[in-house]
């Protein structure tokens, strides 16, 4: 079955976790231990809402929060999108919501930026339901597969910190062993969360199950969240740990059993839960998961009623909200001459080339690349809401990955592989496989925009070849000026929100803002 179930009622481990102390209090009136004490077999549901907290706003439809902000704004995965995408070079938004034009023109940043808030509360709501679960399970014996669990919630909580490490370089480590300390809690550092969330991998990563399913995490999984780790350690530590990043690439390559989808576009529809190269998605749902912060928000907001017949893309609503900028769409060259697959995922029709107003819906093509329609039926429903998964982790990245760390000098590299799982992604789309001579690292960073470009990697990526700061590489509305312009270096992190400094005066500001 596709869909993780989304819980209702009693079983809604719905918690709220407060800046100010990073504890919770039940908002139900059973507390997990009596949930459990209760129905010890409650605990795949308990574990699916920890899941299901990565792409809704909250337990009770797309108008309801966990957290205190705004419940279509707010929701994790659409935070990712907003600060990996909308701040690189691939994606604008138009709306000029407040705070969203400083991320889209990658200017005036600010603590008080709303966007910057809902990721970092969202992270701090997730964090301590896992530590709910996680105390609960390392003191339970007759809970059923209660060790898997554990792991689960371990996992679950270990990538809502890289989140965290990446975006913010710092915050405060909370666990379940502080889990009811109502002091507030030192400030940790980058390097203090990397190792918490590596040596919580390492130990998970073993014992985890080979196959939870679709939808949850496995040791394969584990495997994918240590190479993003370890592949850009040299940003978050200053440390080169490609050798380890490519350890955890050949696991998830080699033993995965993951295969690249025969179609690209297999990966972007509403049945893409048949893909077989999809690692770890983020569930959608038109009916049981609605969210204005999943799949929802990438496919209506790439659509437009005016000019396109929304029915071809499964949806009921066009946003009129988000295009590329030629930044994405001119890494394939002449659209029209390009046999490339993924050339031909952008809107042209009524739109320039040239964004040269990010506020006009007709400057730059929006991305078609997300569907809500079924790639193996003719049977579509339009709806308003995306059953679309959001494939976060998928064998394509890893597949580019391990080219990246063999040209970094990872030990153990095989270079004749490398050039194998490039080309496997670059034929599946029937573009031209490359040679060794044109295997280099900037060829790199230009296929993973074509083939990664809005699955909420791109600014991570750019900081890691040192392309996203300064000048060496400019893009339409970088800094706020049409051509792009430099940006400083202090840009590489997000400015901690200040609410969290309010709450916290262990909490310094990260340097520039």
Known sequence: MKKILLLTGILLLTLVSCTADLDTEPKVELSLEEILAEDPNAIEGIVSRLYASFALSGPNGPGSSDISDDPGESPFLRGIINLQDFTADGMKNRWGDDGLDQLTTASNWDANNKFFRYLY???YYTIPQCNNLISILNTSTDIPDAEEALSEARFLRSLAYFYLIDAFGKGVLVTEENLNQTDPLPEATRRQLFEFVEGELLEIQPIMSPDN??????????????AKLYINAEVYIGENKYDQAL????????????QLADNFLENFSADNDSSP?????LIADAVNSQSFGNTTYIVNGNLSSDTMTLSDYGAAEGWQGHRATEAWYGLFGDLGASNDARAELFWTNGHN????????????????KFR?????????????????????????????????????????????????LVNAVRTRSSAAAISMNELTLDFI???????????????????????????SYLWPWKGNVQNGASIPVHYNLFPIPEQALSANPNLQQNPGY
């Open 121 to 123: 509360n969202r992270a």
């Open 213 to 226: 399913g679709y939808g949850r995490a496995n040791k394969y999984v584990a495997a994918m969240l240590l």
């Open 247 to 258: 350890t955890y690439l050949n696991i998830v390559i080699d033993e995965g059993g993951y």
């Open 277 to 281: 190269e999809i690692i770890f998605p």
């Open 353 to 368: 080339y040239v964004m040269t107003d990010y506020k006009e819906w007709t400057d730059g093509y929006p991305s078609i």
């Open 372 to 420: 809500n329609t079924e790639f193996n039926s003719n049977s579509n429903t339009t709806t308003s809401f995306s059953s679309t998964d959001f494939p976060l982790y998928r064998l394509a990245d890893a597949n580019l990955m391990y080219a990246e760390c063999a040209l970094r000098g990872a030990a153990g590299a095989d270079m004749s592989k490398a050039l194998a």
């Open 445 to 471: 960073i230009d296929e993973r925009g074509r083939e990664l470009n809005l699955e909420g990697h791109r600014r991570t990526d750019l900081i890691r070849f040192a392309k996203f700061t300064g000048s």
